[in-house]
């Protein structure tokens, strides 16, 4: 029963990367290199944002590991989050490509590094427990919108680095960067109020990703059909 709990812990999280792989096209590109390209950058990211917490902000400052929201700890986590924009910057820089394809690369790669690292060692040591336990469920649910947040972040960082950009967008595009970077603040700070269940909580930050990449989208096209990509 736990294997076959682990087993489906497994193909919740990693079978829609898999499909959004195979199926955006990214196979017939040859681009699983790229991804790991962009994995590898997400590592060296994250080294360098856990080196500035640990020089810059002490414990205290960071909340201490209490459960209860902290506003200050997660605005400071956020603005720290500022570097995952940067390396969105250098994957976008580095991986040729053009379209849709260069921009599933980098949020792909960056989303599968991440789900690897922070799900991969909870999956094998917890949903391989005695007992069986809906957390996990619930983890694997929210890789999954991880994966739509970080395409469209990708897709964001590609818009607003364009010099051909309408400049009437340029201010949207910033805007829904910075709701994204600051989605720990405001969100959380929002589900904290509310109180929500687990459940709930997961289909608000569903619904909360989705409608950011819609919006991504729509403006996304609109200057894809400009430049002719």
């Given at each position: 029963?736990t294997l ?11 079978v829609p ?14 681009a699983?290199w790229?991804?790991i ?8 990211t994250q ?6 917490l640990?020089t810059f ?10 459960g ?11 603005s720290?989050?500022?570097a995952?924009l940067?390396?969105f ?7 040729p ?7 599933i690369?980098?949020?792909l ?10 799900r991969?060692?909870m ?8 007992e069986f336990?809906?957390?996990y469920i619930?983890?694997?649910?929210e890789?999954?919108?991880l ?14 680095t364009r ?10 595009v910033t805007i829904l ?5 600051f989605?720990g603040v ?10 929500f269940?687990?459940?709930?909580t997961?289909?608000?930050k569903a ?7 819609f ?6 096209t ?8």
């Amino acid at each position: 029963m736990t294997l076959y709990h682990f087993g489906n812990c497994v193909a919740l999280v990693y079978v829609p990367y898999y499909m959004t792989y195979k199926y955006s096209g990214l196979s017939e590109y040859g681009a699983f290199w790229k991804c790991i390209q962009a994995g590898g950058i997400y590592v060296f990211t994250q080294l360098c944002k856990m080196l500035v917490l640990a020089t810059f902000f002490d414990s205290d400052s960071l909340g201490g590991g209490t459960g209860d929201f902290n506003f200050l700890a997660e605005f400071l986590r956020c603005s720290v989050d500022i570097a995952d924009l940067l390396g969105f910057a250098v994957i976008l820089s580095r991986i040729p490509g053009k379209g849709h394809s260069k921009l599933i690369t980098a949020g792909l790669g960056w989303a599968a590094a991440e789900v690897v690292l922070s799900r991969g060692i909870m999956l094998w040591v917890g949903a391989r427990g005695t007992e069986f336990s809906w957390i996990y469920i619930q983890k694997c649910l929210e890789s999954n919108v991880l994966l739509i947040q970080h395409i469209t972040t990708a897709t964001l960082v590609w818009m607003f680095t364009r010099h051909d950009l309408n400049k009437a967008l340029k201010p949207l595009v910033t805007i829904l960067l910075v709701v994204t970077i600051f989605k720990g603040v405001w969100l959380e700070g929002l589900l904290s109020v509310l109180s929500f269940g687990p459940w709930s909580t997961i289909a608000l930050k569903a619904f909360v990703a989705s409608l950011i990449g819609f919006v991504s989208l729509h403006v996304y096209t609109g200057l894809a059909q400009q430049i002719g990509i």
